[in-house]
């Protein structure tokens, strides 16, 4: 096997999981709100904030795409290839799982919001904690891209 194809086994993780996960999360989100709108239909657009909130991690993946893609040259080492693969493995698991996580959060409140609680900015304070992880595995991404 080439070193460069190691090398986009992690960009394809990064971008996959990463993609998987804020699919997942705006889905759990959106569920949430279209039974929220049953009970109270004119706080649509705190559920569609809270819903595409899990949508950023997705992003991340996908800018983390960039950061490493001028690494990804045919005469790649070994080494490099090993780093781009575990920034990817790394983004794309911890962005699949705070995505799902975060999702969860936002569509309780969503669930809240319907039955009458004024509880958005609380929800959107919370939600941060779980994005908070995904922010931290692409400033990795971001400073192993500069270590190489």
Same mark, same amino acid.
């Given at each position: 096997?080439?070193? =460069?194809?190691?090398?986009?086994?992690?960009?394809?993780?990064?971008?996959?999981?990463?993609?998987?996960?804020?699919?997942?999360?705006? !889905? =759990?989100?959106?569920?949430?709100?279209?039974?929220?709108?049953?009970?109270?239909?004119?706080?649509?657009?705190?559920? +569609? =904030?809270?819903?595409?909130?899990?949508? %950023?991690?997705?992003?991340?993946?996908?800018?983390?795409?960039?950061?490493?893609?001028?690494?990804?040259?045919?005469?790649? %080492?070994? !080494? !490099?290839?090993?780093?781009?693969?575990?920034?990817?493995?790394?983004?794309?698991?911890?962005?699949?799982?705070?995505?799902?996580?975060?999702?969860?959060?936002?569509?309780?409140?969503?669930?809240?919001?319907?039955?009458?609680?004024?509880?958005?900015?609380?929800?959107?304070?919370?939600?941060?904690?779980?994005?908070?992880?995904?922010?931290?595995?692409?400033?990795?991404?971001?400073?192993?891209?500069?270590? +190489?």
């Amino acid at each position: 096997m080439e070193p =460069i194809i190691l090398a986009y086994i992690g960009v394809g993780l990064m971008i996959g999981l990463a993609g998987i996960g804020s699919a997942f999360g705006v !889905t =759990i989100g959106g569920n949430a709100a279209v039974g929220a709108m049953k009970k109270n239909e004119d706080a649509f657009g705190n559920y +569609l =904030i809270l819903s595409a909130l899990p949508g %950023t991690q997705g992003l991340y993946g996908f800018m983390g795409y960039f950061i490493l893609s001028g690494f990804l040259v045919p005469d790649i %080492t070994w !080494t !490099t290839a090993a780093a781009i693969f575990g920034a990817g493995l790394a983004l794309g698991t911890v962005g699949l799982l705070s995505a799902i996580r975060q999702g969860q959060v936002c569509a309780n409140g969503i669930a809240a919001i319907g039955s009458g609680y004024n509880v958005f900015g609380k929800t959107m304070i919370l939600a941060v904690f779980p994005e908070l992880y995904a922010i931290i595995a692409f400033a990795a991404t971001f400073m192993i891209s500069g270590a +190489l």
